[in-house]
């Protein structure tokens, strides 16, 4: 019987060849049944879209029906795929479509669509354009290609935000590596939130720093303190007679003849390359990026420095007014907790001699 003949055989007889062609005519018929079945299951809506996808595969397993219509229903499949969020089954189906029949337009639509949403932006552009070009007046396609040029430029406006972020980062861990400062975990961002230092075109460093007046712990934020700005000038401005005194300041000791400023000098780890290059990134358009460089990756573990004497009141650094803030944050002591921070302390009020003393501590 042909029923069990090897499928590369050839029919010996007339009734050999007849019976083939039956088998192949029934298998036919089966298949486009289950075709036409499988649109009907995707027009009965989303409960029936497994039914329909079986029906679609069935009918592609028969091996009978011609390259375009096997085309068909691969793009058919493709479809129900969108729908259901099967977005990389969705651009293989379509794929398969267009490689049995590359004039098949709903194939370049939907594999369009599947690039799209799998965010292949410059895949998705390349299906419109040669799904156009079977039909140009394709409003779908032409719709479509309209969102991911949109799409694109906006990603490449991101792009390019992220590069000129990535790039500011990198060029600010140079500055610091150059200077040879040190900066280690972050401390008071709930007052300072997310600012860093910056350069300027003259490749000069601006911080933003924080002052902190001991006695209180009631605060100070000083914008742009540029590295090469004494402390004097600045204090000059903050506490000069035309400024109006601290609300808490019932005593007026805070003036700047009786202030002293103060850094504290701790042991601990300065953050490592990458870590710095990710503090630097916060907040930024590069904030999400996730390959470094190589010569980033470099640095991976921070340096860890230990000042032993920096115990009860040897831990306070007094900071002469008159120094730079450049000299003053590479002393070998200061390791910067993100940004600059000193205490402000007066040599008038009666918690200078705790302080002095050792006696105080900044809470936890």
Known sequence: MALWMDAESEPITESEKADLDAIAALKESAAIELKEKGNEYVKKGKKHYSDAIDCYTRAINQNVLSDSENSVLYANRAHVNLLLGNYRRALTDAEEALKLCPTNVKAHYRAAKASSSLNLLNEAKSFCEKGLEQDPDNKELKKLAVEIDSRKREQEAREAQVSEAVGEAKNLLSAIEDRRLKIGKATFQELTGLKKPFLDKNNILHWPVLLLYAEVMSSDFIEDFCETDMFAAHLDMMFSESCPPLAWDKEHSYTHEAIELYYEAVSGVSLSKTKLLRYFLEGTAGANVESISEEEKDGTHGSTYDYSAGQGSSRWIKVNEKRKLHDVLKEPNFIIP???????????????????????????
Do not use: L, N, R
């Open 338 to 364: 993100g940004i600059p921070v000193f205490y402000v302390v007066s040599k008038t009020s009666s918690f200078y001699k705790e302080f002095k003393g050792g006696k105080w501590s900044p809470p936890p």
